[in-house]
Each structure stands twice: as structure tokens, then as C-alpha cells.
């Protein structure tokens, strides 16, 4: 059976790009931080006659991504396919003029050294296999700066360039490589339900656009599956983009 390994199985699309894949067949490695939620996801797979292990690593050091490759590869072996979009509930958006070389070292660990490790790990199989993808999904604020939006957008800018470089190398040996930036609140996500909470104990929170977690990872399933345009921005008519 093919095998997918989500990097960052979260309660939002991480979980989502999960079910999405099971229902094509694929065995799943889930890998994330909290060990209670990964389990709880691969238990629902499993009981849906479904592959699943769950693989507790953090992300947040480029160095730690090899031994945690190991331990995919022993619950699985090599992945076909990667979909990495870890989600770290310190990471949050700061006036650039506020922005320290600390905060701004971990994100871009987060975001970008450690895909990179994570690919370096994992491409060569891919090469080898003559197939493969490599699926991200990340804010809008990777597309352009704006006046109080830094903190994660300049690393996972640093992430687009780096696989848009990636995809243009590797796509005719048939290594797809995708990416999803959406400007949207992501349904059933982290900051969702703590918007929801938030208004159910009378925060007035302005409205915000919502796009359901299950419909990004169909998109992220077809971009790959038709072959169609390897960058999507959702919504299509997004403020980030000037």
C-alpha cells in the first residue's frame, strides 16, 4: 500500500489530508507533538480498516528530523508521499518592527530548515521510485509582507522559494511538489475552535471566513491527482495578493 506521512496532524487540515488519503487507500503515518490526539486519529483510522501509526516528534529542531525519519520509516517504510504543515501555537503574527532574531530563528526552523531536512530524508526514495509528492500548506502572508503580519510569513516565504525551486527541478522525474496558502480561518483548526469558544462565552469576535478543513485537503488531493497547477491560493480572491 502507498503510504503518506503527515507532518503535523493537527485537529485542522493535518487531520483532514489523513482522512482524505486513507479513503484513497493509503496507509498513514501521523506525526506531530502531543502523543494523546495522534493516537486518538490513528485509532479512528485504524477502526476504519485503515493503516495508521502515530509518530510523536517535534519539529521545531532541524537536527532531530533524522532520527525521526528513522522511526517513520520503521513504523512504515518510505513514504510516497509528504505532506508537511506543522502548526505551533507560539508562532503568531508580529509588527515586523517587533519581530526578534529569537522568535524569528524558531519559526523559521518550524517552516523551513526542518522541511528541508525533511525532504533531504525522504526525496531520494521518491527520485529513485520515479514518483512521489511533496504537499504543503501554509498562511497567505507567505505570498507578500503587510504592515503588522510578520512572524511566520517571512519563513514560510523562505518555504514557497525554496520549493518552487524544488518543483521545477524534480517534476520531470515525477516528483510532484504542491502548495496550498490560504487566507482563510481553516474549520475545525486549533484557532477555530478557540474563536468558537470565544464567541459561546460572549467575546464579540468580528465575523471571519471559514473554508472546511475536508474541502482544502480535496483541493491538495486533486492538484496532485490531475496534474493541474502546483500552487493554489484559497480563496482565489485573496487580500494578500497585490
Partial sequence: MPVIAVFGAGPGLGS????????????????????????????????????????????????????????????????????????SSEVAFVPAAQQSAETAQ??????????????????????????GAILTAQGASALAGLPGMSGPGPAAAAQRNYLQSLATEVGGQGVFVGRLYISSIIGGSAIDQRMQAARAAGVAIPP?????????ADRLWSMRAASGPNEEVVPEANPFVR
Fill in 106 to 131: 524558531q519559526i523559521t526552523n518550524l517552516l523551513y530548515f526542518s522541511l528541508v531536512a525533511v525532504v533531504q530524508e525522504f526525496l531520494p526514495h521518491m527520485l529513485a521510485a520515479g514518483g
Fill in 208 to 216: 471571519s471566513a471559514v473554508t472546511p478543513a475536508g474541502e482544502l
Fill in 16 to 87: 483532514a489530508v489523513a482522512r482524505r488519503y486513507a479513503r484513497e487507500g493509503y496507509d498513514i503515518v501521523l506525526i506531530g507533538r502531543r502523543p494523546e490526539p495522534l493516537q486518538a486519529l490513528a485509532a479512528e483510522l485504524t477502526d476504519q480498516g485503515v493503516t495508521a501509526h502515530a509518530v510523536t516528534g517535534d519539529l521545531s529542531d532541524p537536527a532531530g528530523v533524522g532520527e525521526l525519519a528513522a522511526r517513520v520509516r520503521a513504523a512504515a517504510g518510505e513514504p510516497d508521499v509528504i505532506y508537511y504543515a506543522p502548526v
